[in-house]
T-cell receptor
Framework: GAVVSQHPSWVICKSGTSVKIECRSLDFQATTMFWYRQFPKQSLMLMATSNEGSKATYEQGVEKDKFLINHASLTLSTLTVTSAHPEDSSFYIC????????????FGNGTRLTVT | AQTVTQSQPEMSVQEAETVTLSCTYDTSESDYYLFWYKQPPSRQMILVIRQEAYKQQNATENRFSVNFQKAAKSFSLKISDSQLGDAAMYFCAYNTDKLIFGTGTRLQVFP
């Protein structure tokens, strides 16, 4: 089946630094990628939707200047957490979808970010 | 805005028994998809079952089946012959142009 690779699986960074998370579709072209955030014992909250070659659409309440999303190719999207703070510590999950909006979503394994 | 509600934060079931997880959603769309995802402790999202809104027939995948009531905007998941490996968080999700998740139900399976 389709595979989405998310890297790194975990990262620890100091407050004030930036962290980049990559999401790659390995065997299909991902027209759309989604970024989610999940706090412990909570659901996945959609942060933003990115379409290849265009600006990401952010959900209400998500700071676009803090969570920079780039989707420069059909196989790669990146999420950069800029000037990270301890409250940004969370589990981030990407998912990717093919051409049609009803194509199945494939999820990465997630990235656990800890900001000290 | 679309919303997805799971009213059962936790459920438990005896091994080999049947359990039903509830999900309701709110939408003004007529064409959409509904999903149940399983998230074990590894936190990998695993697709359990999928239902197209235009299909009246309830989806079935082995031990997993749904009861889809479009007019009531209800989409429950039935797990038959429960196994220890079924223990996980279960999320109901609604999809049109983006996938919105419910709050989740933690399922425990007792031997």
């Amino acid at each position: 089946g389709a595979v989405v690779s998310q890297h790194p699986s975990w990262v620890i960074c100091k407050s004030g630094t930036s962290v980049k998370i990559e999401c790659r579709s390995l065997d299909f072209q991902a027209t759309t990628m989604f970024w989610y955030r999940q706090f412990p014992k909570q659901s996945l909250m959609l942060m933003a939707t990115s379409n290849e070659g265009s600006k990401a659409t952010y959900e209400q309440g998500v700071e676009k200047d803090k969570f920079l999303i780039n989707h420069a190719s059909l196989t790669l999207s990146t999420l950069t957490v800029t000037s990270a703070h301890p409250e940004d510590s969370s589990f981030y999950i990407c998912s990717a979808r093919g051409v049609s909006y009803n194509s199945p979503l494939h999820f990465g394994n997630g990235t656990r970010l800890t900001v000290t | 805005a679309q919303t997805v509600t799971q009213s059962q934060p936790e459920m438990s079931v005896q091994e080999a028994e049947t359990v039903t997880l509830s999900c309701t959603y709110d939408t003004s769309e007529s064409d959409y998809y509904l999903f149940w995802y399983k998230q074990p402790p590894s936190r990998q999202m695993i697709l359990v079952i999928r239902q197209e809104a235009y299909k009246q027939q309830n989806a079935t995948e082995n031990r997993f089946s749904v009861n889809f009531q479009k007019a009531a905007k209800s989409f429950s998941l039935k797990i038959s012959d429960s196994q220890l490996g079924d223990a996980a968080m279960y999320f109901c999700a609604y999809n049109t142009d983006k996938l919105i998740f419910g709050t989740g139900t933690r399922l425990q399976v007792f031997p």
